[in-house]
Every structure is written in C-alpha cells, then in structure tokens.
C-alpha cells in the first residue's frame, strides 16, 4: 500500500486497491487501518446523501397538486368545492387531500369555507404553473433514471419530495479517501521490498519446517485493533424507562392500552368535531380489517358524546351544531395519540384522585423529515385532584424535564380541540425551538360526560424528540436507522 500511495500520494480505496494490485478491498482497509495505527496514512471520511424513487409509477403520473388544479381550470372555470372535484371524477380522493396542502404551499390558490363546503380557487401564479413543468417534478423525472445526490439537486427542492409519503429512499453515500502523512512519505521514499510475513505460527509451519524460512511478524501491542463491544439496551429503550421512572417516582399509575381504536374513543369522546381536519385521510390511517368497531356496549355513553357534539348536553356549552354520525366514529383506525388511554381510563374508574401515564407509540400519515415519523413515541399523562390548575400543569411539565436532564424548556399558548387553555413546550435545540407536544385542562365537553367535575391536567409529548436532544442527534430517522456504530457509541443516559 506504501508503494501504491507513493506514486498516488492520495487517492480512493479502489484506486488504491487497482494501483497496488490487491484481490479485495478489505485487504486495502485494513493496510491503511494498521498505516494510520503507525501514523504513516490519514483516512478521510465524507458523507453525502443518494435519493431514488421508492415507486418508479409516480414519474408517469401528474403530481396531485397539478391534477387537481388542471380539473379545477380546465373542469370548474378556476374555482370549486371539494364535493365539485370529486364529481368530476378526474381525481382520487386521497389526491384531493393532498393537493389541498400542497396548493396552499405552492401559493396555486387560495382554500376557503363557503356554506361548509371548501373551496379551493386557483390564482394567476397557479394557472402559469400549468403551463410547464415544475423544478420537482424535473427531479423525479432523473430520478426515475436513476440515483441522484444531494449535491447535484437543490436542497430545497429535495427536500420538499422528502415530505410527499413514499416518495424517496434516502441512503448514506461513504467516500473515503487514504492520504500519505509527512512521516508516511518519508517512509514511502525509503528502498524497501515487499515480502510475504507470517503473523501466527501454525502447526502446519512447524511440521513442514518451513517455520525456518518465513519472516514472523512481531507482536505490536500498540497496533490497531477494532474496539471490542458487548450487547446493550438500544436508546430507545433506555429513555423509555428513564421516563418511566420518572413518573413512578412522581407518584403516577402507568397504564396502557391498544394500537386500534374506534374513531370514538380516539376522536368523538375528546370532543374533537367530525368535519376536523385531523381526522381526513391524509392525517389519520383508517383500516380496510376491520373497517368498523362496535360500540353497542357504550351505547349510554356513546349518547351523550352525541349530544355533547350537537348541542352540548348538560355541559353549558353549544356544542359543535351539526349532525353527529354513528357511522363516522365507528371507523377503525390505528390511534393517533395516546390521550385514548386516558380517556377509556376515566370512563372506567372515575373516582378521584387520579396521576396517571401511558407510554406508547402512536400513528399519523405524515410524510418523514428531519423532526417528523409516521410512527413514533407519545408520552401521556393526567393528574386529576380537588385544587389542580393551570400552575400545577406548568409545574409538573417542568420538574419532568428537569429530570429528563433538560431545563431549557418554553411554554407557550397551544390550542386543541378537548383542552382550555393549552399550551405547547419548546426545546432550545440546534439554536432553535422545537416543539415538543402539547397540554392542557380537559374541557367540560371531555370530563362530564365521564362523571368529572375537577379540573383534569393533560399532556402528550413526544419521546423521539427528546431523544434527538439528549443524543445530539440532527435527523430523527437516524434513531431507527440501526447504525451498529452509532448504536455501539451511544451514551446509557
């Protein structure tokens, strides 16, 4: 290898490996491993990202923004409600909803409510978008003929496909590059030839008496050799059960519930409106097997939510007015929060006092970055007690964090459907606050129909998050990516 990068001075392990006539590349590895142990090479490491289409299908199809938009021009005069689009035929429901997004990201048009219909109105700089391709469907058009890096794309245009579901696979890309330090060129320089050497003295040497003939390898005790790690806990694991104790220690009952849930338990009974935007497909994943649950058993209950959502039943409120439907929350879905279990909790044993939490994960169709998985760990919890209030809630978020080795928190003023007031919590990460989940006291429209007159104190706070500060990790992904490296350097909290 000495000889090769003599003549090289710097160059790639496979420029190494056909300079210096090598079988395999791991052979050029580990010489300059054993080089750079002796201070002879340096070993430079760069890593970029690749992208490739996850389906090669979507480069032959229209974006759903510009499907939609083109039927809107094209079908509607520019403007038209939902229902409009739909009868058209021309696109999907599920296209429907994520043009909705995209439009109003793009600046296509503007999205507005008419007599409970929305209405989606396409501008001037949506109609000339029409007229040519735009600079991300040009990238999924190289894409679709093969792999192409982040340096030869714009990053922002890559990074607005990273955000559209089952777009793109993302892969690490390692260039490394084998570079002759000053003591390593003065050695390289020196009249030297390359003979065989014998690093372990085998039975077959000693039989055959070759042992006689052959250069034996001294034994260096400082040379390289790989670092030598046992099994541990992922990360994961770890922080749950630093949470976990954290509120054991704080008095709180742990309980747990079920990944599938009716559209009721999850939605209806935390007082969230049918027609709410988080329960559209494209925020929410709804079941095929099975596509109802009943709730004849709650048939009582299930009433009263009715009537909580139509007028308000006994609670002082109006209630959302409008046409409550059995039909909608018996849909299946796969729970969007794990504020479910807190709920089914206090419909099940409503006496007080009650600190309860619940670790688990939780579902959302939402596209992947960098801060945001469609799967992921919700951290939830109530204290509901004669004289808890608003302080309490503040108090018992911060004293959490503060366990969780982390003070540097902002609470702000959040707004959810089932809590007044809320609030949402920040962390200070990278130079720039991050939410991390949201709180609140549950609202009278929650409670009493559950049998509750006191306040109950409520969060939901997201878990991974708080992994990428404690790890200093840039990328949520790289938490579920199963870097053995990362993995085996990773700090035990």
């Not at 949506?126 to 990053?155: F, N, P, T, Y």
């Not at 419909?347 to 009650?354: A, E, S, T, W």
């Not at 129909?449 to 790289?478: F, H, N, S, Y």
Request: charged residues 30%.
């Amino acid at each position: 290898m000495l000889k090769a990068l003599d003549v090289l001075r710097s160059a790639s392990p496979e420029a190494i490996q056909e300079k210096g006539g090598f079988d395999k590349l791991v052979e050029v590895m580990n010489a300059a491993s054993w080089l750079q142990a002796k201070g002879l090479v340096t070993i430079h490491e760069s890593i970029t990202k690749a992208y490739t289409l996850k389906r090669k299908e979507v480069a032959s199809r229209q974006l759903a923004e510009r499907a939609a938009a083109q039927v809107l021009v094209t079908d509607l005069g520019g403007s038209g409600s939902l229902a409009d689009l739909k009868a058209t035929g021309k696109v999907s429901n599920e296209d429907i909803q994520i043009a909705l997004g995209w439009i109003k990201r793009k600046g296509w048009g503007d999205i507005s409510k008419q007599d409970n219909n929305t209405v989606i109105t396409i501008n001037d700089k949506g109609r000339q978008a029409l007229g040519s391709r735009g600079e991300d469907e040009l990238l999924i058009e190289r894409l679709a003929q093969g792999e192409v890096h982040e340096k030869d794309a714009k990053k922002e245009v890559l990074e607005s496909l990273r955000q559209r579901k089952d777009f793109l696979n993302e892969k690490h890309v390692v260039a490394r590059t084998v570079e002759l330090t000053e003591k390593g060129k003065e050695v390289a320089a020196l009249p030297f030839e390359v003979r065989e050497e014998v690093a372990q003295l085998t039975p077959e040497l000693i039989q055959s008496g070759r042992w006689k003939d052959v250069e034996l390898r001294r034994y260096d005790v400082k040379a390289f050799a790989p670092t030598s790690t046992g099994g541990k806990k992922h990360p994961m694991t770890i922080l749950i059960e630093k949470v976990r104790d954290a509120f054991l220690t704080m008095g709180f009952t742990e309980i747990r519930g079920q990944y599938v849930e009716s559209a009721f338990w999850n939605m209806d009974a935390l007082f969230t409106a049918q027609d709410h935007p988080a329960r559209e497909l494209h925020d929410t994943f709804y079941l095929d097997n099975p596509s109802r649950i009943d709730l004849s058993e709650d048939k009582e209950f299930v009433d009263v939510v009715r009537q909580v959502h139509e007028n308000g039943w006994k609670t002082g409120s109006l209630g959302w007015r409008y046409d409550w439907s059995l039909e909608e929350a018996q849909k299946a879905l796969l729970r969007t929060h794990t504020t479910v279990n807190t709920v089914r909790h206090i419909h099940k044993d409503p006496g007080l006092p009650f600190k309860v939490f619940s670790i688990g994960r939780i579902f959302r169709n939402e596209a992947m970055d960098s801060t945001h998985l469609p799967e992921f760990t919700q951290i939830e919890g109530i204290v509901c007690e004669e004289g808890a209030d608003f302080d309490m809630l503040c108090g018992l978020l911060k004293e959490f964090y503060r366990r969780m080795g982390s003070e540097d928190i902002r609470i702000r003023p959040g707004y959810f459907p089932y809590t007044e007031p809320s609030l949402e919590v920040d962390i200070l990460w990278k130079g720039q606050w991050m939410e991390l989940g949201g709180a609140g006291i549950f609202r009278p429209e929650v409670t009493e129909p559950l049998g509750v007159k006191e306040p109950v104190l409520a969060w939901g706070l997201g878990l991974e998050r708080l992994g990428m500060l404690l790890w200093g990790l840039d990328d949520i992904r790289d938490i579920y990516v199963s870097d053995v490296d990362w993995l085996k350097k990773a700090p035990q909290l």
